[in-house]
């Protein structure tokens, strides 16, 4: 009788807090899930009846309790499936985007062409045709041409080993970043500033995965070819399209990788220079407007950069330059085209300007709290007006001076490279400077970390409890594991 209730004490347990009927389907508005339906009185082991028989009532309820244990399993693996459903939904959701992009983009390509199309010749129209069903999307216009195997070699390595390998660290090092970051606490608009400065690194390290490029970088300098690596026809454009998303991200986070050293120098220049201003003026709302401003503000040039430049060369079968697919376009875009120009844009406005005011500014922060320590020193006593810390000051200081300092460095020998060679003739020396200077890239966002910790005690106390508890987390499992 006691085993009894107890197995009916259990069972009533069972249904009202862990509530599986055995009837009803766990996902009863899904009809695409199926359920597993568990009975009670299925015995676990059916097709061992050796186990099944002379059973005491003490075996029969530690049977009860195997049962219960298969449909809180059972019930984990649905869950699990549910959400598996849920993200391959999402997944699907972005892949039909994808290619309802592409397909808005050749009709408008093609709308475009009938009715501002140029009447000189019919090969011409023939040879700037887009996407065709026996056409490939060749990503290397020029892979057949470069002068020596020496050359194809280097670009291999940098391209497809050497720059994604220290991608992944840097980004790694990024993300450790802004646990950090986010462990100090983000009410102070200097750690609000950095996570915008990380999140843009974040977004150039992403750029060199651009897996599709590398793809074809490894596969023999092949461009992409229809009905050759996949089975159906759209293989080609998801390569694509994924190649443009990673040159979305990389365009836009190397846009506004500099504008985010001029707000953190323009910060630090009101906490030195005006500090009751600075009071009043720099507060968390303030920060991330600017912030958000200089995201939207940059994201224009980001996608004419993309589209008319990256995707019109990737989808035209001769590598045609972006003046000639202009001819295509209205009065209007050929109005925006010098106000849109990305190298005008990237060159002077984000590059050379701001350049500037980030190295002055930060020499004139540098001088100053020179001169104040010194005052400080002399005399006994004085009233502490300054609105900025010693430690936050030198750590985004040191940080805007690295990078001012790389880049211009990094833009000179740019600038060299381009007077000794001819990098527009040259396609294997121009892609072997574009990987360098990708590499100079790497390195500046890689070293945010290493700046970080190294300048401020503060975020290298919150690094060593993160590492403590990663360490003992992983003694954890091996305990366990033993």
């Known amino acids: 009788m006691s085993f009894a209730f107890l197995r009916n004490l259990s069972s009533e347990i069972h249904g009202k807090f862990i509530n599986i009927s055995n009837d009803e389907p766990l996902f009863s508005g899904r009809t695409d899930w199926k359920s597993v339906n568990i009975s009670n ?6 097709d061992r009846p050796d186990l099944l ?35 391959f939904q999402y997944f699907k959701f972005a892949l039909n985007f994808s290619f309802l992009t592409i397909w808005f983009t050749d009709k408008m390509g093609r709308f475009i062409r009938e009715n501002n199309g140029n009447s000189n010749s019919t090969v011409s129209q023939d040879r700037s045709r887009w996407l065709d069903e026996e056409e490939a ?38 993300i450790v970043c802004v646990v950090i970051l986010r462990e100090d606490g983000f009410n102070k608009p200097s750690n609000i500033l950095l996570l915008g400065l990380v999140t843009s690194a974040c977004f150039l390290q992403i750029s060199v995965l651009n897996i599709p490029e590398i793809y074809v970088y490894m596969s023999g300098w092949k461009p992409y070819k229809y009905n050759k690596h996949f089975c159906f026809k759209q293989g080609s454009q998801v390569l694509l399209t994924l190649k443009q998303i990673f040159h979305f991200f990389g365009s836009w986070g190397e846009i506004v990788f500099t504008p985010m050293y001029t707000l953190i120098t323009i910060e630090r220049l009101l906490a030195v220079f005006m500090p009751m201003t600075f009071r009043t003026l720099v507060t968390k709302r ?39 697919n202009l001819e295509f376009l209205s009065s209007l875009l050929k109005w925006i085209y010098p106000i849109m120009n990305t190298q005008m844009a990237n060159g002077i406005i984000n590059k050379f300007l701001q350049l500037i005011i980030v190295f002055f500014g930060n020499v004139a922060i540098a001088v100053k709290i020179k001169l104040t320590l010194m005052k400080r020193a002399r005399l ?58 990708n590499l100079s890239y790497l390195l500046i966002t890689s070293s945010l970390f290493f700046i970080f910790i190294t300048n401020n005690r503060k975020l290298y106390g919150h690094f060593n409890l993160f590492w403590q508890r990663i360490k003992l987390g992983h003694c954890f499992q091996r305990r366990v594991q033993t």
Request: one cysteine or more; hydrophobic letters at 50%.
């Open 41 to 46: 009185d299925e015995p676990l082991f059916s």
């Open 53 to 87: 028989s002379n059973r005491s009532d003490t075996e029969d309820l530690n049977l009860v309790g195997l049962i219960n244990f298969k449909k809180y399993i059972n019930k984990l693996v649905e869950l699990s499936y549910a959400h598996v459903s849920e993200v």
């Open 137 to 174: 999307i060749c990503d290397l216009q020029f892979y057949n041409e470069l002068a020596t195997l020496s050359s194809r070699i280097l670009i291999e390595v940098m391209k497809c080993f050497l720059n994604p390998a220290l991608a992944t660290i840097g980004f790694t090092l990024n």
């Open 286 to 324: 303030n920060v991330f407007i600017a912030i958000a401003l200089v995201y939207v503000l940059w994201l224009p040039w980001v996608v004419f950069k993309v589209y008319f430049v990256h995707f019109v060369d990737s989808i035209a079968t001769e590598n045609y330059h972006i003046e000639k």
């Open 380 to 437: 006994t006593s004085i009233t502490r007006n300054e609105q900025w810390s010693k430690q936050t000051t030198k750590t985004l200081l040191v940080t805007c001076l690295a990078h001012s300092s790389a880049e211009i460095l990094s833009i000179s020998l740019m600038y060299v490279v381009h007077f000794y060679f001819d990098l527009y003739n040259s396609d294997a020396v121009y892609l072997i400077a574009v990987d360098f200077f």
